[in-house]
């Protein structure tokens, strides 16, 4: 691994009850084949949907690449923007997941905050990508659901002190191909790395006056 590079981990999910084939994972496959410049190493996960597997796989992630930022993409059925979600939830997973299991707690940590925002600005991100001409709507929302995306979302900012990202995509050809959703990706990540590299430079500055 060339420590030069920054490690950026990306994952979509495997299909699940209507989504035979997942947006998700159709848009972060489009994003690997685009990569995210060559001062990135970019790793891509399918993530199970299952609560038990994301519970192992997403510490798994963070301690294999210790990386700058990781991003979790998911779909959504009523979606037709390209969302970021701005915060992750502890509570209220009730519905079953692919093994037919729901956490007993119906909780994601225990003990942990009712909700963690992350670090990133997601309305700035939305603004600066909007701004740019991608030709993909991309809005900003409060709540990813609480079925795995919300879980594995909560898991990654717990762990990550913040520093982790989630973006909800439409089903494919609703209305955007997998290659507008991969194009959007880039551009989204991309302004991420961007905010977190100006965020680490005015945190330098501060420590050197």
């Not at 999910?13 to 970019?42: C, M, R, Y």
């Not at 996960?45 to 519970?55: D, K, M, S």
């Not at 294999?64 to 209220?92: D, F, I, W």
């Amino acid at each position: 691994m060339d420590n030069s590079k920054r490690n950026v981990v990306v994952t979509g999910f495997e299909p699940f009850g209507a989504h035979t084939i997942n947006a998700s994972w159709v848009a972060v496959q489009e994003l690997k084949k685009l990569g995210l410049g060559k001062d990135v190493d970019l790793h891509v996960y399918e993530v199970p949907v299952e609560y038990q597997a994301v519970q192992s796989l997403v510490p798994s992630l963070w301690k294999q690449y210790h990386p700058q930022l990781v991003v979790h993409v998911g779909v959504s059925g009523m979606a037709t923007t390209v969302t970021l979600e701005k915060c992750g939830r502890n509570h209220g997973y009730k519905g079953l997941d692919n093994s037919r299991f729901c956490p007993h707690s119906q909780c994601c940590i225990e003990g942990g905050p009712d909700c963690i925002d992350s670090v990133i600005d997601m309305e700035s991100v939305c603004k600066r990508v909007t701004a740019s001409g991608l030709g993909v709507a991309v809005s900003v929302s409060k709540d990813a659901g609480r079925y795995l995306c919300d879980f594995t979302y909560y898991t990654s900012l717990y762990l990550s002190h913040g520093r982790s990202a989630f973006v909800h995509v439409p089903p494919i050809a609703k209305p955007y191909s997998g290659e507008d959703l991969g194009r959007a990706l880039q551009a989204i990540i991309q302004e991420m790395l961007d905010m977190l590299d100006r965020a680490g430079e005015k945190i330098h500055c501060q420590h050197v006056h």
